[in-house]
């Protein structure tokens, strides 16, 4: 907002001058103005369209102090010789020293001056005299120099350069011409559209400053999305553009028979443990599945049977796992360790379903949220992170199919090359871990888990044993913490966070290649 002010007095100036000639050299119309002054007087001016300028740029040369010396005095060989002309029996170096009063210029000088055949030794090995009279080409060159900052001979300036008498400097000046709207006076330039300046007509004859798209917005005192919740939005997008629906995952406490039993994971499963699971003390216990909402129609009863039966003496064509199943066991609470509680819990209900043909119709369900998992919290695990989880129900599904969706899926998010290692879950089979070679790692690296679940778990909810169900799952931490190179976990998460960091985080993209 340089309004007026010396940027303002200058730009009048060079205004005026630009009347009396057209163009003008900067340096030559106003030597003693400052770079910065300048080139903001001429920006001022040529956004009005005043004047345009172009910038030139050349290189001066500069004497350096001992050039300054040698301008002022002579060069040191011209000094060594005055010295000796004037001493008849010649000097010692001491002497010599004395006479010019500088050890250095007497060094360097009589070394020189030798080279140029102006001095010798006598017989006492004293330095003298050996020429008339000499010519002083360095003392001449310097000059030039001073009085004009360059040098005719492009030698001269190497020369000169090497032996540190000068120094180059990169000189920006500005040719400056009249432009399209060139005119004496500077007109106020509005930078609002008031209400008077309609009403009087003002606007029709004022100046508006034109809008600087080049300036950089003020910082804005705003909320900022976490970095999990931009990768989040990411996945979503994805899961959305493949024809999923989102599960309702809005609960953070489950049974152990959503949790566990449902999914066909024994009651001794070291899963189960303490160590791995965190159980809720009060209340201890849930309800009976299906108990806590009447208006619900299906048989909770007969599932709740069912999954019984499976464990304790196998049904649907399985032998079970034949140990006593505790009802206990599956109504204590848990923080859920996973979200295919949820699917679980969302498979049931379209066993209930039915399509045109009278059964359960093919479904793509998906979800991404928080689960916990008691482990000791290091680096690279916190007691609790985020899943991604999807699930595919539909008839006669293949693991060729699943393998095929897993490459689609993940190569929606630029992971391709997808490797799988066989696996065991006990809600699916096969169970396979994902793979993918990570560049930045230059290592393979787990991306997920997946699988096709188990005739036990799906046909104890009463799904047609034709219809087929996928299911995958993966953290949303991991690929987070890829793309923003984060490389511990409490720096994603928890008290330690940096919400500098968070504030200014960008965007994230998923690349697709
Ligand atoms: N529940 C699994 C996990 O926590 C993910 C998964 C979901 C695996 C569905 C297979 C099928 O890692």
Not at 253 to 278: C, I, K, M, Y
Request: neutral net charge.
């Amino acid at each position: 907002a340089t309004t007026d002010g010396s940027s303002g007095h200058l730009a009048l100036q060079i205004l005026h001058a630009l009347s009396e000639s057209d163009p003008i050299l900067s340096q030559e119309a106003f030597p003693k103005s400052s770079f910065a002054e300048v080139k903001a007087a001429l920006d001022r001016l040529a956004s009005r369209e005043m004047i345009n300028y172009d910038t030139i740029e050349r290189e001066e040369a500069i004497l350096e102090p001992e050039g300054e010396q040698i301008a002022a005095n002579g060069s040191h060989e011209a000094r060594v010789f005055e010295a000796l002309r004037q001493a008849m029996d010649g000097l010692t170096l001491q002497e010599l020293e004395k006479a010019i009063g500088d050890k250095n210029v007497a060094k360097v000088g009589q070394s020189k001056a030798f080279k140029e055949k102006w001095i010798s030794r006598t017989k006492e090995g004293k330095f003298k005299a050996a020429a008339e009279s000499i010519k002083d080409v360095t003392s001449e060159q310097i000059q030039t120099i001073k009085t004009t900052r360059t040098h005719p001979d492009a030698k001269v300036i190497a020369d000169l350069k090497k032996r540190k008498l000068i120094r180059m400097q990169k000189i920006i000046s500005f040719k400056i011409h009249k432009g399209p709207k060139f005119a004496l006076k500077i007109a106020k330039e509005e930078t609002d559209l008031t209400a008077d300046m309609i009403a009087s007509g003002a606007w029709k004859t004022a100046t508006f400053k034109p809008y600087n798209f080049k300036a950089l917005g003020a910082d804005q005192n705003a909320g900022a999305l976490h970095p999990l919740n931009k990768v989040r939005h990411e996945f979503r997008q994805i899961f959305f553009e493949m024809g999923f629906e989102e599960m309702p995952t809005n609960k953070f406490v489950e049974s152990g028979f959503w949790n566990f039993d449902a999914l066909f994971v024994p009651q001794q499963h070291p899963a189960r443990d303490l160590q791995d699971t965190f159980y809720i003390s009060d209340p201890k216990q849930a309800s009976k599945p299906g108990a806590a909402s009447p208006d619900d129609k299906q048989d909770y009863e007969e599932y709740w049977n069912n999954v019984r039966q499976v464990h304790e003496t196998g049904k649907f064509g399985s032998i079970g796992y034949r140990y006593p199943w505790s009802p206990e066991e599956s109504l204590r609470l848990v923080l859920r360790t996973h979200t295919t509680a949820i699917s679980t819990a969302m498979l049931y209900k379209l066993a209930a379903r039915k399509g045109p043909d009278g059964r359960p119709p093919p479904a793509r369900y998906f979800s991404i949220d928080r689960v916990f998992r008691n482990e000791t919290v290091d680096a690279t695990h916190l007691a609790e992170f985020h899943q991604v989880e999807g699930v595919i129900a539909d008839y006669n599904l293949t693991l060729g199919g699943l393998m095929e969706f897993m490459d689609v899926f993940f190569g929606k998010m630029g992971i391709t090359d997808l490797m799988y290692k066989p696996a065991y879950n006990p809600y699916t089979e096969p169970s396979m871990e994902i793979f993918s070679y990570h560049k930045g790692l230059n290592k393979l690296v787990e991306i997920g888990n997946s699988g096709m679940f188990r005739p036990e778990m799906l046909e104890s909810m009463g799904l047609p044993k034709d219809m087929k169900v996928y299911g995958w799952g993966l953290s949303l931490e991991r690929p987070t913490m890829i793309k923003y190179g984060i490389s511990n976990i409490r720096e994603l998460l928890g008290h330690k966070v940096d919400l500098n960091f968070i504030e200014r985080n960008p965007a994230v993209r998923l690349e697709k290649d």
